[in-house]
T-cell receptor, first 111, second 112 residues
Framework: GQSLEQPSEVTAVEGAIVQINCTYQTSGFYGLSWYQQHDGGAPTFLSYNALDGLEETGRFSSFLSRSDSYGYLLLQELQMKDSASYFCAVRLPTGANNLFFGTGTRLTVIP | NAGVTQTPKFRVLKTGQSMTLLCAQDMNHEYMYWYRQDPGMGLRLIHYSVGEGTTAKGEVPDGYNVSRLKKQNFLLGLESAAPSQTSVYFC???????????FGPGTRLLVL
């Protein structure tokens, strides 16, 4: 089976940097994805790490270390609109692009 | 492009009633998925399809059936709704392997 652990809540100040961690246990996976979901909204794709290392997309960066079974999402120059839930998800080797999601981290950005 | 759309947006059912949720995508995606999301939890895969005419079970398939008669549509059926099926249902689609999944706006279902 699979398990993904994320902190349930994180609070950070506008303009600051925040890191959301994701530790996983899985028998195999292709890579680690991150999705953002605002209250009442649909999940939207942020980033994907197929290989170990850092992927940068604007203010967002994501990191994966397979040897440590660990990844994180880094959000820089936080804005109020970044207040949302963030989910890590492993892409499973099922031949169907299946994702297994963590339980999510609710980020609150305060002024 | 409308992307992924879901019908209806909200529905209230009584225990034992049946209903069908419709998902449509106009991106010519091969793969489609149905998830449910409960409070404080991540998305859990119910069923998925890797192409027209194919379906497969995901993590939590019990009490649900699906059909993919047309490539652009993926239907989720509840034959006899139960209160435990109260949830928000999301449909998603992707072009292929290792491709981003695009999600619809969700259907909020309340079973009384």
């Amino acid at each position: 089976g699979q398990s993904l652990e994320q902190p349930s809540e994180v609070t950070a100040v506008e303009g600051a940097i925040v890191q959301i961690n994701c530790t996983y246990q899985t028998s195999g996976f292709y890579g680690l994805s991150w999705y953002q979901q605002h209250d009442g909204g649909a999940p939207t794709f942020l980033s994907y790490n197929a290989l170990d290392g850092l992927e940068e997309t604007g203010r967002f960066s994501s990191f994966l270390s397979r040897s440590d079974s660990y990844g994180y999402l880094l959000l820089q120059e936080l804005q109020m609109k970044d207040s949302a839930s963030y989910f890590c998800a492993v892409r499973l080797p099922t031949g169907a692009n299946n994702l297994f999601f963590g339980t999510g981290t609710r980020l609150t950005v305060i002024p | 492009n409308a992307g992924v759309t879901q019908t209806p947006k909200f529905r209230v059912l009584k225990t034992g009633q049946s209903m069908t949720l419709l998902c449509a995508q106009d991106m010519n995606h091969e793969y489609m998925y149905w998830y449910r999301q409960d409070p404080g939890m991540g998305l859990r895969l119910i069923h998925y399809s890797v192409g027209e005419g194919t379906t497969a079970k995901g993590e939590v398939p019990d009490g649900y059936n699906v059909s993919r008669l047309k490539k652009q549509n993926f239907l989720l059926g509840l034959e006899s709704a139960a209160p435990s099926q109260t949830s928000v249902y999301f449909c998603a689609s992707s072009f292929g392997l290792e491709e981003t999944q695009y999600f619809g706006p969700g259907t909020r279902l309340l079973v009384l």
